[in-house]
């Protein structure tokens, strides 16, 4: 079955560097990434999505890179503040449409 | 506009205790899940329902049920619950199931001692 992981469970980065959060897949066949902010206590909240006919895609500081040849995935934030403090979850469209999720990198912004 | 919403907000049961978690959305969105949380994890699919009328299980239904009350609400009860139970839950619901966005409700914080 499909598996979501992320290469590292936490992240610390100095307010206003760049973030690079990474997540890796291992079905091929997948054809649809999600990225979701968790904050304490909240639920999972849409960032930004990326379908595998592409290899970039920009949101408002935040771009998603997908390299299907290694099957990774990487969110980049740029210009980090404090309200990007959070957990980061990439999610992968499986059968039926339904999403597998990693299990999350906490990104902790230090001012 | 509410979004999606979730209660209780916290909850503890007794082992063999039953419950219902209640989820509504005021989108109109067709579909809903139910996922669960647990420490160091991702979220696990339940159940869900694609639209009005549909039920169908996900990754971990064993000890779950739900019930598409409606277009809006979506309701999970655990009949008798056991503490491999304790966990955060949540709902979630998107637009057409050919959309993926899903937009998740604040989660419900249960217990079982």
């Known amino acids: 079955g499909e598996s979501v992981g992320l290469h590292l469970p936490t992240l610390s980065v100095q307010e206003g560097d760049n973030s690079i959060i990474n997540c890796a897949y291992s079905?091929?066949?997948?054809?649809?990434f999600i990225w979701y902010k968790q904050e304490s206590g909240k639920g999972p909240q849409f960032i930004i999505d990326?379908?595998?006919?592409?290899d970039k895609r920009q949101g408002q500081r935040v771009t998603v890179l997908l390299n299907k040849t290694v099957k990774h995935l990487s969110l980049q934030i740029a210009a980090t503040q404090p309200g990007d403090s959070a957990v980061y979850f990439c999610?992968?469209?499986?059968?039926?449409?339904?999403?597998?999720f990693g299990t999350g990198t906490r990104l902790t912004v230090i001012p | 506009n509410a979004g999606v919403t979730q209660t209780p907000k916290f909850q503890v049961l007794k082992t063999g205790q039953s419950m219902t978690l209640q989820c509504a959305q005021d989108?109109?969105?067709?579909?809903m899940y139910w996922y669960r949380q647990d420490p160091g994890m991702g979220l696990r699919l339940i159940y869900y329902?694609?639209?009005?009328?549909?039920?169908d299980k996900g990754e971990v239904p064993n000890g779950y049920n739900v019930s598409r009350l409606n277009k809006r609400e979506f309701s999970l009860r655990l009949e008798s619950a056991a503490p491999s139970q304790t966990s955060v839950y949540f709902c979630?619901?998107?637009?057409?199931?050919?959309?993926?966005?899903?937009?998740f409700g604040p989660g419900t914080r249960l217990l079982v001692l």
């Open positions: 999610a992968e469209k499986g059968g039926a449409n339904n999403l597998f």
């Open positions: 079905n091929s066949a997948s054809d649809y």
């Open positions: 990326i379908r595998s006919n592409m």
């Open positions: 989108m109109n969105h067709n579909s």
């Open positions: 329902s694609a639209s009005e009328g549909t039920t």
């Open positions: 979630a619901s998107i637009w057409l199931r050919g959309q993926e966005t899903q937009y």
